[in-house]
């Protein structure tokens, strides 16, 4: 089924450990995204990729890191989770990173960090 | 910076009609989207909208004003699975910025 995975689906997690969310499109998507919701704040985006071997930050990028090794796979990495770093992860993808960019989401990841 | 805002919920009557506004200052625009998004998923396309005027997909329209900085997501004949947290999100330098969502409870 076409469509964009991620894993984890849920994770508690202790403060300080390392953890890597993944995010997998069979779209072909050239561009990709990584989101943090919190209530109250809505979504905010934390790195995002217009293209393989291309990252950029966004607007809450600390704590965090990405890679685009290839098309498909946008990993999303926590080096030493802190408490504050509890959310919903959304990865996401869209066709181009123009200015029609439809964004398809993932399920989310919920992740706590103790 | 960017701001954008949207009422925090809305309450209606199921078959009726609710707009929901969403009003932002980017510093860029290339174009604003609406997404619905049921509690526990993922959010999910619904329009977008680019230059002025009303876009209508069924149910569902979308109205944007680029001089007034002024979107609105229209649901009419509304259904209980119409339940759920509407988002407005611009395109600002072909990033998405989101408002934190209004969330629509419908009553029978």
């Known amino acids: 089924i076409a469509g964009i995975t991620q894993a984890p689906t849920s994770q508690i997690l202790a403060a300080g450990r390392r953890m890597t969310l993944r995010c997998t499109q069979d779209m072909r998507h050239n561009a990709m995204y990584w989101y943090r919701q919190d209530l109250g704040l809505g979504l905010r985006l934390i790195h995002y990729?217009?293209?393989?071997?291309?990252?950029g930050k966004g607007e809450v990028p600390d704590g965090y890191s990405v890679s685009r090794a290839n098309t498909d796979d946008f990993p999303l990495t926590l080096a030493s989770a802190v408490p504050s770093q509890t959310s919903v992860y959304f990865c996401a993808s869209s066709r181009t990173s123009g200015s029609y960019n439809e964004q398809f989401f993932g399920p989310g990841t919920r992740l706590t960090v103790l | 910076g960017q701001n954008i805002d949207q009422p925090t919920e809305m309450t209606a009557t199921e078959g009726a009609i609710v707009q929901i506004n969403c009003t932002y200052q980017?510093?860029?625009?290339?174009?604003l989207f609406w997404y619905q998004q049921h509690a526990g998923e993922a959010p999910t396309f619904l329009s977008y909208n680019v230059l002025d005027g009303l876009e209508e997909k069924g149910r569902f329209s979308s109205f944007l004003s680029r001089s007034k900085g002024y979107s609105y997501l229209l649901l009419k004949e509304l259904q209980m699975k119409d339940s759920a947290s509407y988002l407005c999100?611009?395109?600002?330098?072909?990033?998405?910025?989101f408002g934190a969502g209004t969330t629509v409870t419908v009553r029978a």
């Open positions: 990729s217009n293209t393989a071997g291309t990252t």
């Open positions: 999100a611009v395109n600002d330098d072909y990033k998405l910025s």
């Open positions: 980017t510093s860029g625009f290339n174009g």
